[in-house]
């Protein structure tokens, strides 16, 4: 059993396997577990789904051991959390560290995979798991010039893990998605002064961070095993007062607003899913954005720059939002300015600093927050082979299709961690890890008494799958946006709106059908 990645996908797989008493070997290309929360250490990285949902809950008493100390914890705490549960369960002995999966290859006569890591040394494994992670591939983003820069460069997607001293330096910074979102206000408290290039403005709402709430701890104290189900059999994975009953369309504006307001003050992603059509309609959609354009605006004193940091190019939530901490705010700063990548592109790095087309600005550090290689990228970065020696790229060359978003037609016995053509992304991922996790192993388990050698997707269900994949999201406003959920982000990669919009909940329903009939659609040899 060959797991790739030791984040909290690997790492839940480890100890279910492990159950299981199947033999398990994890590969993790960094030093330590934790994924996402071992590599992105940003000023500010936190999560923005609330702590007490984002932990797993398949053991009592760990979820009874352990306090966050906010609603949304800190990468350092997530980081340390990881690191608990590893010596918890003992998970460090089965993952070697500092070693990249680069290849792996099917094995048609001995019907398993072998596995290459780094340039030469080979495992064989039955089965092949890719817990790589859906943000884990920062997007190679290069410019004219960058290599003659004589500052320093830095992704926040893998910072310094002896942090960065910003005091007194001239720092810019690229993009404006969440990682920039979260740590522009931290920055700029240190910097002398922070430049920030944008090229599209991204809808945020507020955090409103703190201790978790004395009513949500109440109900979580009184019955976590219950807390964790109700966010399971939610839509989002995670509670957030979905109204699928209340339309904008026939509201008063009067309820609209104070329903809007209300979330507003809530925080979080709470504003989401405040009216059922907001997500499929787009005057729907455009009363929720104008309310955030308006929050915006009071945020900002000036108006200009206020308009700048206003989307209009996509409506709210096709994008994924931003959660921030006082990210609008930051601009009233005197030692903050925004250039508008739209009026004046980037033409050039230079020696000292970036030309764009009006103005040269000199930094000490230049900030590159210009995201990810969303949910293909960690995958199709492995030279994966299936049947006749077809590679996965070729398999995903028109867009990922597979069944369920955990098998591929034609790649038997590999299984993907909430991969793509699952709900994943869209949801609090702690629970869409957790369900795939279980799903996976009662596959193998199944396989195991049947004493069957192979599972793979039927070409059938993987064409019917997708099909309702791309059915699904066509409902929703979602591709309309440029968005990494698209593969907009990335020049050359398909189009396809690659997260399964149809809600976790409706998902995990979907997945316990196929494997209550003895895993429909799956051919078992
Ligand atoms: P990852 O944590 O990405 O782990 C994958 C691991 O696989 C990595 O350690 C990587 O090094 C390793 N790996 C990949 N390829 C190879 C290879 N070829 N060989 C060896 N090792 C390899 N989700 C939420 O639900 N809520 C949030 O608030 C939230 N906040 C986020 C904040 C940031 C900054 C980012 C980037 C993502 C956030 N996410 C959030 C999504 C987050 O990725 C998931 O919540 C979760 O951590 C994913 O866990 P994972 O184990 O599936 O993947
Ligand atoms: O990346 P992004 P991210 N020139 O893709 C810009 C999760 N996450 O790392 O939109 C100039 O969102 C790009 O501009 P544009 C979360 O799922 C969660 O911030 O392409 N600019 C954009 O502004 C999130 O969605 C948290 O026009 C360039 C930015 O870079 C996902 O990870 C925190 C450029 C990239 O934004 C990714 O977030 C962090 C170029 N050549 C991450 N190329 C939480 O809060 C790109 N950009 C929990």
């Not at 060959?2 to 070997?25: D, K, P, T, W």
């Not at 008493?61 to 990468?75: I, N």
């Not at 504006?253 to 979330?263: C, D, G, K, T, V």
């Not at 059938?460 to 059915?471: F, G, N, T, Y």
Request: charged fraction near 20%; aromatic fraction near 10%.
């Amino acid at each position: 059993m060959l797991i790739v990645g030791a984040g909290f996908s690997g790492m839940y797989l480890i100890n279910r396997l492990r159950e299981l008493g199947l033999s398990v070997q994890a590969i993790e290309a960094g030093s330590n577990v934790g994924g996402t929360w071992y590599w992105n250490r940003y000023p500010g990285a936190r999560v923005d789904t609330q702590s007490i949902e984002y932990s797993y809950s398949f053991d009592p008493d760990l979820e009874q051991e352990w306090v966050w100390s906010e609603r949304y914890a800190p990468q350092s705490e997530l980081l340390a959390y990881a690191s608990h549960v590893a010596d918890r369960f003992d998970l460090r002995r089965s993952i070697r560290f500092h070693t990249r999966v680069t290849a792996a290859h099917w094995q048609e006569a001995a019907e398993h995979w072998l596995v290459t890591l780094g340039s030469s040394e080979t495992l064989t494994a039955r089965h092949f798991i890719l817990a790589t992670g859906c943000l884990s591939v920062p997007t190679d983003v290069t410019f004219p010039g960058i290599e003659d820069y004589h500052g320093r460069i830095i992704r926040t997607s893998s910072w310094p893990r002896d942090g960065v001293d910003f005091a007194g330096q001239r720092v810019g910074i690229i993009g404006t998605g969440s990682s920039a979102i979260q740590s522009i206000p931290e920055i700029a408290a240190q910097a002398a002064h922070l430049t920030v290039f944008q090229r599209t403005p991204n809808f945020s709402t507020p955090a409103h961070n703190g201790p978790v709430p004395e009513d949500e701890m109440a109900r979580w104290k009184a019955d976590p095993r219950g807390y964790a189900a109700a966010s399971k059999a939610s839509p989002y994975g995670f509670q957030n007062e979905v109204r699928e009953d209340k339309f904008i369309s026939s509201a008063t504006p009067e309820e609209i607003e104070a329903e809007l307001e209300r979330r507003w003050q809530i925080g979080g992603f709470r504003i989401l899913s405040a009216f059922a059509d907001q997500g499929i309609d787009e005057h729907a959609n455009k009363i929720v954005a104008d309310f955030i354009a308006r929050k915006i605006r009071e945020q900002v004193k000036d108006p200009v720059v206020a308009d700048k940091l206003t989307p209009k190019d996509h409506p709210f939530g096709t994008k994924r939002p931003c959660v921030d901490t006082g990210y609008y705010a930051t601009y009233n700063r005197e030692n903050v300015s925004l250039i508008d990548l739209r009026e004046s592109p980037i033409e050039a790095f230079t020696v000292k600093g970036i030309k764009t087309s009006d103005t040269e600005f000199p930094f000490d550090t230049v900030i590159l927050a210009t995201g990810f290689d969303a949910m293909t990228g960690a995958i199709e970065r492995i030279d994966i082979r299936g049947r006749g020696g077809r590679t996965i790229k070729e398999a995903w060359a028109a867009g990922p299709v597979n069944y369920l978003g955990l098998l591929v037609a034609g790649f038997p016995n590999m299984f993907t961690i909430t991969g793509p053509g699952s709900p994943s992304v869209l949801t609090n991922m702690l629970n869409a890890i957790e369900q795939h996790v279980e799903w996976v192993s009662d596959c193998i388990a199944h396989l195991a008494a049947s004493q069957a050698g192979s599972v793979e997707a039927s070409e059938q269900a993987q064409h019917a799958w997708s099909l309702h994949v791309d059915q699904t999201a066509a409902i929703t406003l979602m591709p309309r946006a440029n968005s990494w959920y698209m593969g907009a982000n990335i020049p050359g990669k398909p189009r396809r709106f690659m997260p399964y919009a149809g809600g976790l909940n409706v998902y995990t329903d979907i997945c316990n059908t196929v494997a209550a009939k003895g895993y429909e659609g799956c051919i078992i040899r």
